[in-house]
């Protein structure tokens, strides 16, 4: 052959059906010449067989990971294939079913996610019947495929569908899971508030935590696990009327021996307001009470302010009001 060393540009080229009329025929005299390295053509055809398969073969930059790769292979092909060529190319293939393979398990999952804004709710009826209802400022999000796998983030209700094969289970971000066959439950997990909680109507749930604690808590209807934050210890109690759980389901803010700074939170998520605290001790006191979610805020610090000693007004420059 002339001056036209074979490369493994050349020879890809030449197996997709991309390569000039000249690189094809230089490809064509080099496998009938003595120089011809067999084995290295059939492991490039292998691996265009497998990414040509591929359904999403044009979102792999095959020509850059390839180049990349092929700058460690030496020039120059010798008749005898040796055990380092051979583990050479092996590389080469394992490499780009690598990628080949990575690319098709992103591309094939459809993730969905379904939130809420201030004070808005919503009801969702998931493909096997399970249904959602979401609070405000959350969100959840699943495979399509896998409905019954959810995330959480803030709060939400779930009836779920029965299907003893296969488990549901809700994780927040803390990495608490909740694990039902067919039941009904409440799930609280606002990254900002200082607990986690969770309420059982009917069934039976399971709670294990990658964050807090190491055995699973086995959960039966009317219970209530309170997990602190701070010092990760679930608190189980039994819970006497539903409407407190479901309050938010009605259009209701309710609290219960909740701190205040709890409280701003979610005043915060269904009344897009802020309240700064300038006082700590306010902050940590607790309050229960009831509230229609189309009261305002000044109404409501007004009815806090009877039980609680402490002062507050609005910062109108940033929105903000000021608890002292």
């Given at each position: ?80 294939f040796n055990i ?217 610090l007004e009815v ?21």
């Open positions: 052959m002339e001056d036209n060393s074979i490369q493994e540009a050349d020879i890809w080229a030449y197996i997709t059906k991309s390569a000039d009329e000249s690189t094809r025929i230089k490809i064509e005299n080099w496998k009938q010449s003595h120089d011809f390295d067999e084995n290295l053509f059939n492991s490039i055809v292998k691996l265009y067989d497998v990414t040509e398969k591929n359904p999403y073969e044009d979102v792999i930059d095959i020509e850059t990971a390839k180049a990349k790769f092929f700058t460690s292979v030496e020039p120059g092909y010798k008749k005898d380092k060529n051979y583990m050479k190319y092996a590389a080469v293939i394992v490499f780009f079913i690598a990628i080949a393979g990575i690319a098709y398990q992103n591309l094939s999952t459809h993730r969905i996610t379904i939130e809420t804004t201030y004070g808005e709710e919503k009801q969702i009826t998931l493909s096997d019947g399970s249904v959602v209802w979401l609070n405000a400022v959350s969100k959840i999000s699943y495979e399509e495929k896998s409905p019954r796998t959810i995330q959480l983030n803030g709060e939400a209700f779930f009836e779920v569908a029965k299907d003893k094969a296969d488990p549901f289970t809700v994780e927040t971000p803390d990495h608490v899971i909740v694990k039902a066959l067919g039941t009904s439950f409440n799930v609280k997990a606002y990254p900002k508030n200082t607990y986690l909680e969770t309420v059982l109507l009917t069934g039976k749930v399971e709670i294990t935590s990658k964050t807090y604690f190491k055995e699973k808590i086995i959960m039966l209807p009317n219970d209530k696990i309170r997990i602190d934050k701070a010092d990760g210890l679930p608190l189980k109690t039994v819970i006497e009327n539903e409407q407190t759980v479901l309050a938010w389901r009605e259009g209701k803010i309710r609290f219960e021996n909740t701190t205040f700074k709890d409280i701003a939170n979610e005043l915060s998520n269904q009344l897009n307001v802020k309240l700064v605290f300038e006082n700590e001790k306010i902050a940590k006191s607790k309050f229960t009470a009831v509230f229609d979610k189309s009261t305002s805020i000044k109404n409501i806090l302010k009877m039980s609680k000693e402490f002062n507050y007004n609005q910062n109108k420059e940033t929105n903000e009001w000021m608890i002292e």
